[in-house]
């Protein structure tokens, strides 16, 4: 048995659907906080095979033990929290609530029913403000902004369990900025709420639900002005989570990679590949800057490449094509 914590959430309904299409025992739990009950249906829909369902919360121990115990999951993969960066700086405190209290609690529940392999989400907002790219794993540390924080302070505690517990096995993902959706147009991103990630922005305004997208910053020292960003196709960071699953059977220890493709691309040259890959062109703002955001910063996932068996493979194209053909199918109510 797998479990997913924030699995009917973007990454983690990728990853389940994965999981699941490859005959994979998996249970979610989530709070649905930013997602839905009916991703269970969608993915059951898209696999012909159901996940087990928790509705609940990491913070919350006692729900944890119940479902742990009952379960005895072979290996844990922890998705669920807090992630948008402006929404950090202005709640911090719920951010290291649930970030990194959310996650200490898991591990606690996890090391006391006997799990031990353990695949965690974190970003590349780990490293400090640089000007040298593409980033690796040895890229200096030093979060920019609160939810940076709380993923390395999460990280720190992964590192420090399996320094006192030979026996974990961890498995610690940095990537960056995750788009696209699945093949079959029923699973995508679909935030409650205001969208804080582009490509719902920008598919909202190509739709006409908004009369344009805000493009955060044209005064950035980048090639057009505009943030660049290491885009990357959801199904393809999936896969990475399940390349560093099965790694885990095998390496003991913390191990730390970066998922993405190894190139950044601007928030307008990802407009224009959306304008070419659908058709549809999409209408925009130039807005301030967003506290905590960074002018560019994208990975070298070489280490993924030789150590997992990863690369990703999809192309910014192949981004925009599933994510409209999600939003036109999903959200177009």
Request: glycine content about 10%; some cysteine.
């Amino acid at each position: 048995m797998i479990l997913v914590t924030g699995g009917t959430g973007y990454i983690g309904s990728h990853v389940c659907a994965l999981l699941l299409a490859a005959g994979r025992e998996v249970a979610i739990v989530d709070n649905l906080s930013n997602s839905g009950a009916d991703v269970v249906d969608r993915l059951e829909t898209v696999t012909g095979r159901r996940p087990l369902f928790h509705r609940g919360d990491v913070r919350d121990a006692g729900f944890l033990t119940e479902v742990a115990a009952k379960l005895r999951p072979e290996c844990a993969l922890h998705f669920a929290g807090l992630k948008a960066v402006a929404e950090s700086v202005r709640q911090p405190l719920a951010y290291y609530d649930v970030n990194v209290g959310g996650t200490a609690t898991l591990l606690k529940v996890l090391q006391q029913n006997g799990t031990r392999r353990f695949v965690f989400s974190s970003s590349a907002t780990v490293y400090a403000p640089s000007e040298v790219m593409p980033l690796t794993e040895e890229s200096p540390l030093g979060p920019y902004n609160p939810y940076g924080w709380t993923k390395f302070m999460a990280e720190q505690i992964l590192r420090d369990l399996a320094a006192a517990a030979p026996d974990w096995r961890v498995a610690v993902l940095r990537y960056f900025n995750p788009v696209g959706a699945h093949e079959s147009g029923l699973l995508g991103e679909k935030p409650l709420g205001t969208p804080n990630n582009l490509m719902p922005r920008l598919c909202d305004a190509a739709a006409g639900r908004t009369p344009r997208f805000s493009v955060f910053g044209l005064d950035y020292p980048t090639r057009d002005g505009s943030g660049v960003r290491d885009y990357l196709h959801v199904t393809d960071l999936a896969l990475g989570h399940i390349r560093a699953m099965e790694h885990l059977e095998t390496a003991a220890g913390a191990h730390v990679y970066n998922l993405g493709t190894g190139t950044g691309l601007s928030v307008l040259e990802m407009a224009a590949a959306f304008r070419a890959a659908t058709g549809v062109e999409a209408p925009y703002e130039v807005c301030p800057r967003r506290p905590g955001d960074l002018a560019e910063y994208y990975s070298s996932p070489a280490k993924a490449e030789r150590e997992l068996g990863w690369k990703a493979e999809k192309t910014p194209a192949d981004m925009c094509r599933d994510a409209w053909a999600f939003h036109r199918r999903c959200l177009a109510d």
